[in-house]
């Protein structure tokens, strides 16, 4: 079982629409949360980090974290074509940074 | 503040040679990483260097190396190259408490 597991999708969803990607993990230790978008061809650029659970929110985009459920997702709100990309989530123990594989997501203009 | 900076960027070599990868972190970051990034395989950890000393090591053969210089910056080095090494090789540095890391654009290797 990887350490941070992550639907790999594809997911297809309309402009304007709210998106939600979700990762689940299994190591109690990890403190801090990431997300980063990766856009083809490019290397990921961080998008938030949350420390523990509960929420923290950055314009359109907000990331929570249950830790009681071992549960990490990321949504979008008035989501827009120039979100097209693969999002990975990420979770560290202060030592070791382990990865999702990755949703792609496409917006239709 | 300058990001993470990557060189070569793009890199094309043969079956058997070697390659060196350089990576420049973002100033007054002590730890880098390495990770090699896949379609199929997605990233994967190969090593982290903190103050010249790998800290951590993931599950690659010994053809993968690295090193870390007094200035922070750091090499990876790939020899006996294989085709499957083609892939994209990231470099991420991260700061003092370590909540986050900071990737560069990466080093497209392709292997012929």
């Known amino acids: 079982q990887k350490e941070v597991e992550q639907d790999p999708g594809p997911l297809s969803v309309p402009e304007g629409a709210i998106v939600s990607l979700n990762c689940t993990y299994s190591?109690?230790?990890?403190?801090?949360f990431m997300w980063y978008r990766q856009y083809s061809r490019k290397g990921p650029e961080l998008l938030m980090y949350?420390?523990?659970?509960g929420n923290k929110e950055d314009g359109r985009f907000t990331a929570q974290v249950d830790k009681s459920s071992k549960y990490i997702s990321l949504f979008i709100r008035d989501s827009q074509p120039s979100d097209s990309a693969t999002y990975l989530c990420?979770?560290?123990?202060?030592?070791?940074?382990?990865f999702g594989t990755g949703t792609s997501l496409t917006v239709i203009p | 503040k300058a990001g993470v900076t990557q060189t070569p960027r793009y890199l094309i070599k043969t079956r058997g040679q070697q390659v060196t990868l350089s990576c420049s972190p973002i100033s007054g970051h002590r730890s880098v990483s390495w990770y090699q990034q896949t379609p199929g395989q997605g990233l994967q950890f190969l090593f982290e260097?903190?103050?010249?000393?790998?800290?951590n090591k993931g599950n690659f053969p010994g053809r993968f190396s690295g090193r870390q210089f007094s200035n922070s910056r750091s090499e990876m080095n790939v020899s006996t190259l294989e085709l499957g090494d083609s892939a994209l090789y990231l470099c991420?540095?991260?700061?003092?408490?370590?909540?986050?890391?900071?990737f560069g654009p990466g080093t497209r290797l392709l292997v012929l």
């Open positions: 949350t420390y523990s659970s």
């Open positions: 190591n109690s230790a990890f403190q801090y």
């Open positions: 991420a540095s991260s700061g003092g408490l370590q909540e986050t890391q900071y």
């Open positions: 990420a979770a560290n123990t202060g030592n070791q940074f382990y």
């Open positions: 260097y903190f103050s010249e000393t790998q800290r």
